[in-house]
């Protein structure tokens, strides 16, 4: 892996043109996120080598793959056989089929009122909240004599979206009627698959279950069943699923506390800047906003040029790290909104131009997304998501 910065002949063609990287005539400043393609693929392994043989992975690429750029993250998979993708938003998914995605793909959050016609144009599949859902789709499906695949959501005790058990079965003989849909799917999600032990997660299965027969029993026949989701794969056994719906453990992020001993997973997402100043502040030295900190002692000060407007959480304030050269340091002062210092007073012969790591891997030094989202008393999830669009992304080969 190299941590030279981005310039104007990388990679990043792929990218949705969101996300800001220099245009070919031009230089963007040294900040950016290296997207390791290769440990994504080693993830989808450890995925894989937890599934029973009539299981796929239907990979989830929502929120532009966990920030992790939906496209290239998705050509990656699609190269290593996955055909099955999950994204949240009828946009998203119009995104991947611009990019000439053309696999199975569910939208998570359903189908919006005025969004059918555009479902039923790009062959995208809902997953399906309601009755009244399934009225507008089957209508316009029909008007445009076509049909549309569906996946019925069951809300086993989540608690958040979907057809509750007796709304289900209230809406099945009505469901059978609809020449416009198809019922490709039955599909749930847990609430507590995060700890592996519990007993929510059990009494969801047997709902799950049940429903598999009432919808059978109902004379429809979906042919997916799924209801994990990573923590659910790697602490459950769902016999009757055909898929499971792994997001966090394709980038690297661990499902849940409990999983770290069993688990092998390696960051993807290694988001770096290089030092722009250098500069020796005598002892009593305030440092940024508000002169949070103070130096007790002479220090040398290394200033990069990544803020919170690029995802750098501002809670990192005199709490964050890099790595440079091989050493962790502390962040000094608050994070601005383009601007962050490290001391880095320990690292001998460092230089301006320096490449730091302050998420994801360098020189066998590791920040995993977990371990920031443990600073900031959240999840690796929203760690990843909020690296901003201004932050380009660099694709390391998956070969
Ligand atoms: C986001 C999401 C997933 C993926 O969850 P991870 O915990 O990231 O594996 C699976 N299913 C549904 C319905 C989701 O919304």
Redesign the pocket.
């Known amino acids: 892996m190299t941590f030279s910065p981005i310039n104007n002949t990388d990679n990043t063609g792929d990218v949705m043109a969101l996300r800001q990287n220099p245009s070919a005539d031009q230089v963007g400043r040294p900040t950016w996120a290296d997207i390791d393609l290769a440990a994504l693929l080693h993830n989808l392994g450890q995925v894989n080598a937890l599934l029973h043989p009539k299981q796929r992975v239907m990979a989830?690429v929502?929120a532009d793959a966990y920030g992790h750029g939906a496209v290239p993250v998705c050509r990656t998979l699609v190269r290593a056989g996955i055909i099955d993708f999950?994204v949240?938003t009828l946009e998203e998914a119009q995104a991947l089929r611009r990019a000439g995605v053309d696999t199975n793909l569910l939208v998570?959050g359903g189908c919006f009122p005025g969004q059918e016609e555009g479902f039923i144009r790009d062959v995208l599949m809902p997953a399906l909240l309601d009755l009244e859902t399934a009225e507008r789709l089957n209508r316009v499906a029909v008007r445009r004599r076509q049909q549309i695949s569906v996946h019925l959501k069951v809300d086993s005790g989540m608690g958040r979206v979907g057809f509750t058990p007796a709304q289900l079965q209230l809406a099945l003989p009505r469901l059978k009627e609809m020449p416009g849909l198809v019922i490709q799917g039955l599909m749930s999600?847990f609430a507590c698959a995060d700890e592996p032990c519990s007993e929510v997660s059990t009494e969801q299965q047997h709902v799950f279950y049940d429903m598999i027969d009432l919808v059978r029993t109902s004379g429809i026949n979906p042919v997916e069943f799924h209801l994990s989701?990573?923590?659910g794969i790697s602490g459950r056994y769902c016999s009757e699923c055909t898929l499971v719906?792994?997001?966090?453990?394709l980038y690297g992020g661990l499902?849940g506390d409990d999983f770290a001993a069993t688990l092998d997973l390696r960051p993807v997402m290694h988001l770096r800047s290089c030092i722009a100043q250098l500069r020796e502040l005598p002892a009593g030295s305030g440092i940024s906003y508000g002169h949070q900190y103070r130096a007790e002692r002479p220090i040398r000060v290394a200033v990069l040029p990544i803020g919170y407007a690029d995802g750098y959480n501002r809670l990192l304030s005199n709490v964050g790290h890099g790595i440079v050269r091989g050493c962790r340091v502390p962040v000094v002062g608050r994070v601005c909104m383009d601007w962050i210092m490290l001391d880095v007073s320990t690292v001998a012969d460092v230089a301006i131009g320096d490449p730091v790591t302050l998420l994801g891997s360098a020189h066998g030094v590791t920040i995993s997304g977990d371990a920031m989202a443990a600073q900031l008393d959240t999840i690796s999830?929203e760690v990843f998501c909020r690296i901003g669009a201004r932050v380009p992304r660099r694709y390391l080969p998956s070969v």
């Open positions: 989830v929502k999950a949240a998570l999600h989701n990573s923590a719906r792994p997001g966090i453990m499902p999830y």
